[in-house]
């Protein structure tokens, strides 16, 4: 009869620990733990479960047996596939509601993408038209009667604006990079405005300029009235002889103002056979007017007078109750049609 082989036990002296100090100590006390650990794992392991599946006919019961531990291994693994699955319904869930936002919000964006780009079409079609008055301002203030619309033909893509507004071409064709056409309008009239700046400039000199002149060309009416007698030929409506008239006639109420029409300098007051005054007034670049039947005059001789400065007032005709003011403008010793003058109308 075979001897039964006697297992080794290994014992643990605690003082051969409790001589090392505390980390001795703390060393046995871990492999107490471990130890411990091991025998309730064993315990666990030794442990059985029986399953019997009881059938409703006449079959044998089965029995099926498990341990504790491989039991508890099943559950903890089905409770984490429970647990991990919800988790990921649960996002999956989440992001169908994110999609379906995204989808909604998407709808909206080209719904507001579309009103930009008719938005954008409509400020070309706009601007088209800025950019034609200002070429044509820009060729009036250089001399020049049509319009150069290879003001804004400088630099940039060498696409024609209507083709792209008519789509025409497609986005490749713009160029390489496949930009959107509204981008290309966009960009396009950033570029225009640029090259307007230096012919905005022009134009403000020119206009300066013309302001200039304008400030020292008689435009203003002498008087307020109405004109009887044109500048040129007429008839003596008691005479019934032809003249030539140098000027123009205006008829307003007697004591009306007159009032120069430029700034100048008064070079002449003199009295006419009927008792009226006249008055002569130089103006810059060559101007002269002259204003006949005044009665009383708030000027003298030699003194500077500015636009619309008061000149007199209107003398009564002796055989009308109204009063006439005969007005000239000269340009060097030449008189001139007043009635051009007379038509302009400030802003």
Do not use: C
Not at 137 to 161: H, M
Not at 280 to 286: E, I, L, M, S
């Amino acid at each position: 009869m075979k001897k039964k082989k006697k297992s080794k036990v290994y014992t643990i002296n605690p003082t051969n620990y409790s001589s090392k100090g505390i980390v001795g100590q703390i060393s046995y006390k871990l492999w107490i733990s471990f130890e411990n650990f091991k025998r309730f794992i064993r315990a666990k392991k030794a442990e059985r479960l029986t399953l019997m599946l009881v059938p409703h006919n006449d079959a044998k019961a089965k029995n099926f047996h498990i341990s504790n531990f491989t039991f508890s291994i099943i559950i903890i693994v089905f409770t984490s596939i429970v647990v991990i699955s919800s988790v990921l319904i649960i996002n999956h869930t989440s992001t169908i509601h994110q999609v379906d936002k995204l989808k909604i919000s998407q709808k909206d964006a080209k719904i507001q993408f579309k009103k930009i780009r008719e938005e954008i079409q409509g400020m070309e079609g706009s601007f088209s038209s800025i950019r034609s008055r200002l070429s044509h301002l820009y060729a009036l203030s250089q001399g020049k009667e049509n319009s150069d619309l290879s003001l804004f033909g400088q630099g940039g893509v060498s696409v024609p604006i209507e083709s792209v507004k008519n789509n025409e071409i497609t986005e490749t064709e713009v160029s390489d990079e496949h930009i959107p056409t509204e981008v290309y309008m966009l960009n396009r009239m950033l570029d225009d405005m640029q090259l307007s700046e230096k012919p905005l400039k022009e134009i403000e000199k020119y206009l300066q300029k013309r302001s200039k002149i304008i400030q020292n060309t008689p435009t203003l009416w002498p008087v307020s009235g109405y004109i009887v007698n044109p500048y040129g030929y007429i008839r003596n409506s008691e005479t019934m002889k032809t003249f030539f008239n140098e000027g123009v006639d205006i008829v307003a109420s007697p004591g009306a103002k007159i009032v120069v029409t430029a700034p100048g300098i008064i070079t002449e007051i003199k009295k006419d056979t009927n008792r009226t005054l006249t008055v002569r007034v130089r103006h810059n670049y060559g101007y002269e007017t002259l204003y006949k039947g005044l009665d009383r005059i708030l000027v003298n001789l030699d003194d500077k007078v500015v636009k619309g400065e008061t000149l007199g007032f209107l003398a009564k005709k002796l055989s009308q109750d109204e009063g006439i003011l005969h007005y000239r403008i000269y340009v060097g010793i030449d008189t001139q049609n007043p009635l051009p003058y007379l038509s302009y109308i400030p802003n």
